[in-house]
């Protein structure tokens, strides 16, 4: 159908949002055909995730107009989102992993007051969505023992269930393998070809062009471009969203391969429900060089790392720092290991790297807060000692604002991340672990960070990089292996490595099936 | 979704917004006796008077305001580690056994002996029978919150037990021992110059002691920095390598042994023998002493002394106006408790809206 004689399934005019002192979208305008599969990119905080909330009732624009099917209206909550038939997948599902299937697709949809009749009809709706979009899932089965990918596929019956006719995805991919995404792109094509429209958010450029039919740019809270996906180009959407042209990186000197820094043999890691999650693996890191540990996230890269870093007790193998055994042996946990030049940046700074409800300076000092250079008079800890120390680090690295008594919550992402960065090669560190180097961190935060744990290699330091972000792990490492369900499925060196022999890999092809 | 709370300037956190709270339950207080036919002017009055109004009164309240101090910091002190110790009241029911002991057993020592000698056999039991669930949480995983009331009523039976068939002074027909030597009595005030006949005692001092004590070690030692990670996150605490266990294990006999205060005031300052009930609900107040006084030294000393104020202006009130039923104190207590501690941040909006009125 002619796209000019129906009314756009979603079209915004001029929205403004702010928060505080931060205008996160300005003067917004988009206009989402109805039956397309239209994406949104940009970097992170460009606005598409505050612009999706505000489409989802989460926040209420500041100025502006939505139409939905050219119809004005006013979304204040997801209730009303919901009854104009907008739905939303988050990036973390919304599922309860204890009940099935059918009970959560029945959750605010139950149907009168008592179950049976409503879980019978529903029932059969889920078979036929299933079949209508090659998507079936066992209605009974329970939430926890089922795939990701299942899941996901989910939360879009469950939203298809309500009756959505646009379907809002927010970074549907970061969790899924690259098979699994391809059944994503199938069912959201199906779904687009039965009438729905989809709306994709993503800063993954390459699922971009794989399947929408038209592209907008965010950057910097405004709406960039617009773009038909078969006119466009991957390095154009790039230079859109960044507002400049790639650098193309530059040249890195070869890696001066010094001593075997930190060696694991045979290395087996169970996480806290004791499932397996390391299987017996190898691993040595040189000073001097950058090993980057790729895969998709959950096969284990994250109880490696914790196992390294002393947090996790191994079941079995053996951990060598500086040649000397630190595994198995008394005194293996993370303080011990920093006293003997270790240094660790957690893979999920709120969880683990950072206290949020205290000062950047206390933050700053964390895991070494028995140091004697933060005591004063008595051996007390001294509070301007630790303030200075706060204040000294945050100028040195760039950390913004430059408050060591703001609360660390208050920092962003990015900052967060450069102060725990700073915090940790302050002491000028041997090893150095990193998970996750720039996960939610912007473009110029991204860069700076780099360029500090390249410093490191330079420096002669044993750099550990583990990152699901493939383009990271191309653009530091000097040897990559790369983690499939606890194991390495194969080491490439930077030279040999490309984005689709990683993909490969990461997916559990071996590395003989690929020579 | 929370937007991040908006800061408020530092006094009208830690002193206006608590006043405020304290003003509207007393406010509900006088509806409630103007409901039941009281004059709630005549009563509150009473109330103030018979806590502040005298020497005698104002002794009384420092009394009782001492058992609230230790009980607070005891739980104040978990609480930092995010441990929360609901066994205060079996700690110092353990501690008045230690104190007992020692007490009628050393009697022969010296007061400069016998006293620290008593305290420290309280300090320990109170600390034995807190780092027993801190021992269990930390290396079996059972829950500090369970444990503490479990062992709240095992300390209180095996007292009886004890005080009943063991410990009881030879013909007696009360359930107490003998009197402690004495050597063992702690100086009151009183005898240090204060007007008072009040039984407040050393222990007040010793209880202030014991919050500068807490002040330095949680706030200006490293070990409290590794407490307080704690309890801001343990997953922030096992990347930082701070030994949980054992920081479990510390905190919890370090609370038992603030808790064993009570038994030192009671016990050595006042009653000079051990007897059942000694500790009178004030391991629970502490609770909301602690809660009250945002788990800060310096809060828990100005709560414990608005609950100890209330605890004697009530007793004087039902004294001096019979009509009041005697309920009404325990229903101010929970009027502060619900608006301190539970509503505390119910006028926050409120007062933000005035004071950013007030910026602009």
Known sequence: MPPDTVAPAIELRGIDKRFGMVQACRGVDLVVRRGEIHGIVGENGAGKSTLMAILHGFYQADAGDILVHGTPAIIRDSRDAIRLGIEMVHQHFMLVDRLTVLENVLLGAEGGARLAPGAARAVAELARLGDAYGMRVDPHAHIEDLPVGAQQRVEILKALYRGAEILILDEPTGVLTPQEADDLFRVLRALRDRGCTVLLITHKLREIMAVTDRVSVMRAGRMVAHRDTAATSVAELGELMIGRRLAAPPPRPAPRSGPALLEARGLTVRDAAGMERVKGIDLVLRGGEVLGIAGVAGNGQGE?????????????????????????????????????????????????????????ADTAILGYQNDPAYRGRLGLLSPDGITAHGARLMRDHDVRPGDPALRSALLSGGNQQKLILAREIERDPAVLLVGQPTRGVDIGGIDAIHQRLLACRAAGKAVLVVSVELDEILALADRILVMFEGRFMGELTAAEASEQRLGLLMTGVTQDALT | MSAAPATLPRWVDLALLPLLNLALALAITALLMLATGNDPIVALTALAVGSLGSADAIGYTLYYATNMAFTGLAVAVAFQGGLFNIGAEGQATMAGLGVALVALNLEALPAALLVPMAMLGGAGLGAGCAAIPGWLQARRGSHIVITTIMFNFLAASLLVYLVVNVLIAPGSMSPETRRFAAAADLPLLSSLGLPSSAPVNLALLLALLAAAAVWLLVWRTPWGYGLRVMGQSTEVARYAGIDQERTTILVMALSGALASGV??????????????GFTGGYGFTGIAVALMGHNHPAGVLLAALLFGALTQGGAELAFEVPDVPSEIVVLIQGLVILFAGALGNMLRPALLRVMGRAGR
């Open chain 2, 263 to 276: 038994a030192v005031n009671e016990l050595l300052g006042a009653q000079h023998r051990l007897l059942l």
């Open chain 1, 304 to 360: 490696l790392l914790e196992a390294l870093a002393g947090m996790r007790i191994p079941s079995a193998g053996e951990i060598r720092l500086h040649g000397r055994v630190v595994f198995p042996g008394r005194g293996f946990n993370p303080a011990a290991l920093r006293r003997q030049g270790f240094a660790h940046v957690p893979e999920d700074r709120l969880r683990s790297g950072l206290l949020r409800q205290a000062s950047a």
